[in-house]
């Protein structure tokens, strides 16, 4: 087992960067989850945390930001007074100008106002726009501090597109070696996708199921019912595909199809992943028109609050609002081996829908036989629901007798388990887990270069048909499940999107 990987190692003395410090990101997300680290005793004596930023901010400046952004995301019981003073104490602020040069000395003299810098773990956390990646990473190089202990973290998008994308890649790969580069997806560190890995390889029960012989397909959905708020510009000219089906969806889909590895270690998760990747059904100009379905949200009730329609939301913002984004997707494909083969995987995430869920459903095959005739009720396949968020366990839905003389009265049942209720804890922010992952220089739940490649390899014919053809995003109201043609999308195959209510 690679130790690194155990929660009780900590990590070595470190410098820990972001660039983008006054962010949204860094302030929402980072921040508060170095903060409870910290309050777990996770994060040395010694460690300190540097926000580089073009604000004019001194460090007493963003120790109050930050102070601000901890009472705003950090549960009041968790902000515990010598903790807070304690987290403060570590955060220092530096203007940058990535294009002054004196900027960049300035940065190199607080790296090396460390007692003792060659015992330093540096991580580069880059919250900022992509396009930025190659530059700062060589900038970096150039004031000589990226050395064999140097990590960068780069968030998503890695490019728009396959090209970009390997430009991003060689222009940080110059600088940092593959086993540096933690290229992050949130939604790895979460406690139910990171569970799905035990569930299939430490219970013996439902790996034999888990095969084309027993599963009728799968379904995997992620659905917000936010609108793009003030991400207009950037969501513009991304869309659903790019932002979320990209890398989010296919990072469950792949955690869902990969075969078992030998252990999960460093290399050996990300290895499977890629597989499955390259095994994904290409989608042929034919296949884009027939299996995948594009929308955006119109204007309408979403928790009972009237809400403006997307391109309302772009001209509130600035923008022109007559663009051809879409705001939803869904779409069918199949990971073409031995395992998988004609089994469906059916892919849908949109905004401004009908409730926030992250959900991974397997949907077994129906009983070979009906054994039970004239049984009130009926048999109905069963379906294991991973629900990654907000409320995050597992849903088993069976068919059960119910309890009364006088034959049999079918009904389906589930076996529930809620994280919450199982574990009598407070289940930690994804990013609190990436990021010790990062410092620890464990690289299991980041993505590989060639992974990212090979996700936009699959990606782009959809996004090249898409821009050849005169079609629209279908509109759909706010507050409901999608376009009608995402819900015909299943039902030409007799099979209905499932929820997890239902």
Not at 34 to 47: I, K, S, T, V, W
Not at 110 to 125: G, I, S, T
Not at 165 to 178: L, W
């Amino acid at each position: 087992m690679d130790p690194s990987s155990s929660p009780h190692v900590l990590p070595a003395a470190c410098d820990f960067t972001v660039f983008g410090g006054t962010g949204d990101l860094a302030l929402r997300k980072l921040l508060p989850a170095l903060y409870h680290r910290d309050l777990e005793g996770q994060l040395p004596a010694d460690h300190r945390i540097l926000g580089v930023s073009m604000s004019d901010l001194d460090d007493a400046g963003w120790r109050d930001a930050v102070h601000a952004a901890l009472t705003t995301y950090v549960d009041p019981e968790q902000l515990l007074t010598p903790a807070v003073d304690r987290f403060l104490a570590r955060l220092y602020h530096l203007r940058l100008d990535a294009r002054n040069a004196e900027d960049w000395d300035r940065f190199h003299a607080l790296l090396k106002e460390r007692a003792h810098p060659e015992d330093a773990v540096r991580v580069f956390y880059l919250a900022v726009a992509p396009r930025l990646f190659g530059s700062i990473c060589q900038r970096l190089d150039e004031i000589g501090v990226v050395d064999e202990r140097a990590r960068v973290v780069l968030e998503k998008p890695i490019g728009h597109d396959l090209d970009s994308a390997r430009e991003i890649n060689d222009a940080v790969g110059r600088v940092f070696d593959e086993s540096q580069i933690f290229r992050i997806d949130h939604y790895l560190g979460k406690e139910s996708v990171q569970n799905l890995l035990v569930t299939r390889f430490a219970n013996t029960f439902l790996e034999p199921l888990w095969n084309s012989r027993w599963v009728d397909h799968v379904q995997i959905t992620v659905s917000e019912t936010v609108g793009v708020g003030g991400r207009g510009e950037y969501y513009d000219h991304a869309g659903a595909l790019r932002d979320m089906v990209q890398n989010h969806l296919l990072q469950l889909l792949c955690l869902v199809a990969m075969e078992p590895p030998t252990y999960v270690g460093r290399e050996t998760v990300r290895d499977e992943k890629v597989k499955v990747l390259q095994a994904l059904e290409p989608m042929t100009p034919e296949a884009v028109d027939r299996d995948t379905v594009r929308g955006r949200y119109d204007v309408g009730l979403v928790d009972g609050e009237a809400v403006p329609s997307y391109s309302e939301d772009l001209q509130a913002g600035g923008s022109h609002g007559r663009s051809r984004t879409e705001t939803f997707v869904a779409l069918k494909t199949e990971v073409q081996n031995w395992r998988w083969a004609g089994v469906p995987f059916y892919l849908r995430t949109g905004k401004r829908m009908d409730r926030r869920a992250s959900e991974i459903v397997v949907v077994f095959k129906e009983p070979p036989h009906s054994m039970f005739p004239g049984a009130e009720g009926a048999t109905a396949p069963n379906r294991l629901h991973i629900l990654v968020q907000p409320d995050e366990g597992m849903r088993l839905h069976l068919t059960a007798k119910e309890p009364g003389p006088g034959g049999y009265r079918l009904r389906p049942v589930s076996l529930d388990l809620s994280y919450a209720a199982a574990f009598d804890a407070r289940l930690p922010d994804a990013y609190e887990r990436l990021l010790m992952d990062v410092m620890k220089g464990n690289p299991t739940l980041f993505m590989r270069r060639d992974e990212v490649e090979a996700a936009w390899t699959w990606t782009e014919p959809i996004l090249r048909r898409w821009a050849a053809t005169a079609e629209r995003p279908r509109r759909y109201p706010a507050g409901t499940p999608g376009p009608t043609a995402a819900a015909m999308l299943l039902e030409r195959d007799g099979r209905t999107w499932q929820e997890t209510d239902q």
